[in-house]
């Protein structure tokens, strides 16, 4: 009888083990290229803490695959850039791959000052910060 409630209990501690792994698995998933890319419906701190490297923006520089930066934060603009939602037209094209401080808060001649309606939409395609 007593070896019947062990198993149970063996079984029950292998059943909550598989389920934590399973869904400690779907916050975050690689892109292949050793980033750690952000869950479909999470914004954790975890991912937003993560650190990128500007060469690493470098390499995200196509208008369907546009990385920037910000302030010292990386976002991964590249939805926002296809589904031409920018009130600035094409213009956003200059940010891809680059630190677009400048442009974004109009220090640089080709950008403009935006407004803090701007900055809160920047933070939902945030990824993480600049190393
Ligand atoms: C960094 C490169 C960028 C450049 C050069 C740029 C340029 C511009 C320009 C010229 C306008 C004015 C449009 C008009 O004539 O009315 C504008 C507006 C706007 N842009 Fe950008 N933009 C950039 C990045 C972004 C990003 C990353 C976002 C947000 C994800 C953004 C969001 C907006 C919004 C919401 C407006 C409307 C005005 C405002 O709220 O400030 N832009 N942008």
Known sequence: MKKYWLIGVVMLVGIMLTVLAVTGSQKTSSNG??????????????????????????????????????????????????????????????????????????KSPMGRMHSSMARMMLNQYKLGVLE
Not at 38 to 52: A, D, L, W
Not at 55 to 78: E, K, P, R
């Open 33 to 106: 290229k050793g980033e750690v890319m952000p869950s479909v419906n999470g914004q954790s701190t975890e991912i937003t803490n993560q650190q990128y490297t500007l060469a690493q923006i470098q390499a995200h520089n196509a208008a369907s695959d546009c990385w920037t930066t910000i302030d010292g934060g990386v976002y991964n603009i590249s939805k926002f850039v296809t589904g031409g939602m920018h009130p600035g037209g094409s213009r956003i094209l200059l940010a891809c791959g680059v630190d677009a401080t400048d442009l974004f808060t109009g």
